[in-house]
């Protein structure tokens, strides 16, 4: 068990199930995308290792690029998302694949539509390594998923409480 801030938190999902999920992924995008050249798009804060690691994993060219929203205080997810960082990129008749640390509400995934209706990209694909089924609302497919998880916080991976344990290297969630 670790502590963090005033929470407990208990293993969840070990580095070897992640990387098992992201190179799954990286798998069949590259099959989608065999003749395309896709931009990964990677929602900051959270998505930074998932890129980073099904980059690594991705053995075809590709480009990479980042936005940062937020939509999170604390525990709960909230229905106002800010776009924080803009895309400086032409994106028109580009493939894009959106890459999330995770999806709850889907709130986010909602505001990135929106935002990339505004641009013409040729294929607009979304992946995210965690999706909490019970919590998604939104009619938005989803295109990949690494690990379906139950509605429950967790942390670790890239994933923070309140600012906190995005460097752990594995998933914890927390304890009730
Ligand atoms: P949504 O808009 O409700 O789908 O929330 C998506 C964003 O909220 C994710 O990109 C994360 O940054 C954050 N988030 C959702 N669930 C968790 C969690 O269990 N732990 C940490 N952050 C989370
Ligand atoms: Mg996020």
């Known amino acids: 068990m670790i502590h963090i801030h005033d929470k407990k938190f208990t293993p969840f999902i070990s580095a070897s199930e992640i990387e098992f999920a992201i190179a799954k992924m990286?798998?069949?995008?590259?099959?989608?995308?065999?003749?395309?050249?896709?931009?990964?798009?990677?929602?900051?804060?959270?998505?930074f290792m998932v890129v980073s690691d099904l980059m690594k994993q991705y053995k075809k060219p590709c480009e990479v690029s980042f936005i940062k929203l937020a939509s999170y205080n604390g525990l709960t997810s909230s229905t106002n998302v800010q776009?924080?960082?803009?895309?400086?990129?032409?994106?028109?008749?580009r493939s894009v694949v959106i890459i999330e640390d995770i999806v709850d509400t889907g709130h986010t995934l909602l505001a990135l539509k929106e935002l990339f209706k505004k641009q013409n990209v040729k294929h607009f694909k979304i992946a995210t390594l965690f999706l909490k089924s019970e919590a998604y609302k939104q009619d938005v497919k989803i295109d990949y998923v690494g690990i379906r998880i139950p509605n429950k916080f967790i942390?670790?991976?890239?994933?923070?409480y309140d600012g906190l344990g995005r460097n752990l290297p594995e998933v914890y969630q927390l304890k009730e």
């Open 26 to 47: 990286a798998h069949l995008i590259a099959v989608d995308f065999a003749d395309e050249v896709p931009v990964f798009i990677g929602i900051l804060n959270g998505s």
């Open 83 to 93: 776009e924080l960082i803009g895309i400086n990129q032409d994106l028109s008749g």
């Open 155 to 160: 942390v670790g991976f890239g994933l923070d």
